[in-house]
T-cell receptor, first 118, second 111 residues
Framework: GAVVSQHPSWVICKSGTSVKIECRSLDFQATTMFWYRQFPKQSLMLMATSNEGSKATYEQGVEKDKFLINHASLTLSTLTVTSAHPEDSSFYIC??????????????FGPGTRLLVL | DAKTTQPPSMDCAEGRAANLPCNHSTISGNEYVYWYRQIHSQGPQYIIHGLKNNETNEMASLIITEDRKSSTLILPHATLRDTAVYYCIVRVKNQGGKLIFGQGTELSVKP
């Protein structure tokens, strides 16, 4: 299957600082990427849809000014957690739609980034 | 809200087939059934998807009932490495559709 990478895999930061997470599609172009957040023992929660060359679409309850998303190219989307606080500590996962072969579009996920805010 | 219902947990003996059920009684005609799994502390892994016909790949088989209101994911010979949370998701394909995750089924494969 297609490969999606994330960087960094884990990050520890101080409260009040900003953290940037990168999501890359390595062997395909993705006009649409997605950002999810997962707290311990919970399911994935969709945060936003990242569209190449346009503004991201945020899910209800997700602060767009706190979670800045930039999708500047067909292979890279970034999520910046601004002024991070301990409650932002979570597992952040991105995904991207791959067109696949024979019209079999599939969404592939990155390995996730674990954020710990002290 | 997730549009699927799955049992919260299941056990399976190593080497035996694991049959994971999913109910999606409100599925629309243009929605596909997708299966993903998430091994602890990793991103979800795509397994298989289908519309109405049964599907098989190197990982699993997907059996969809004729009325499409339920499906079963079959892992033919479960191994310890198949221990994970399995998610059944319905979505419209090829429209950049987002995936909405429910709680999934936590499958424990035991020796």
């Amino acid at each position: 299957g297609a490969v999606v990478s994330q960087h960094p895999s884990w990050v520890i930061c101080k409260s009040g600082t900003s953290v940037k997470i990168e999501c890359r599609s390595l062997d395909f172009q993705a006009t649409t990427m997605f950002w999810y957040r997962q707290f311990p023992k919970q399911s994935l929660m969709l945060m936003a849809t990242s569209n190449e060359g346009s503004k991201a679409t945020y899910e209800q309850g997700v602060e767009k000014d706190k979670f800045l998303i930039n999708h500047a190219s067909l292979t890279l989307s970034t999520l910046t957690v601004t002024s991070a606080h301990p409650e932002d500590s979570s597992f952040y996962i991105c995904s991207a739609n791959s067109p696949g072969q024979g019209g079999r579009e599939t969404q592939y996920f990155g390995p996730g980034t674990r954020l710990l805010v002290l | 809200d997730a549009k699927t219902t799955q049992p919260p947990s299941m056990d399976c003996a190593e080497g035996r087939a694991a049959n994971l059920p999913c109910n999606h009684s409100t599925i629309s005609g243009n929605e596909y059934v997708y299966w993903y799994r998430q091994i602890h502390s990793q991103g979800p892994q795509y397994i298989i998807h289908g519309l109405k016909n049964n599907e098989t790949n190197e990982m699993a088989s997907l059996i969809i009932t004729e009325d499409r209101k339920s499906s079963t994911l079959i892992l033919p010979h479960a191994t310890l490495r198949d221990t994970a949370v399995y998610y059944c998701i319905v979505r419209v394909k090829n429209q950049g559709g987002k995936l909405i995750f429910g709680q999934g089924t936590e499958l424990s494969v035991k020796p």
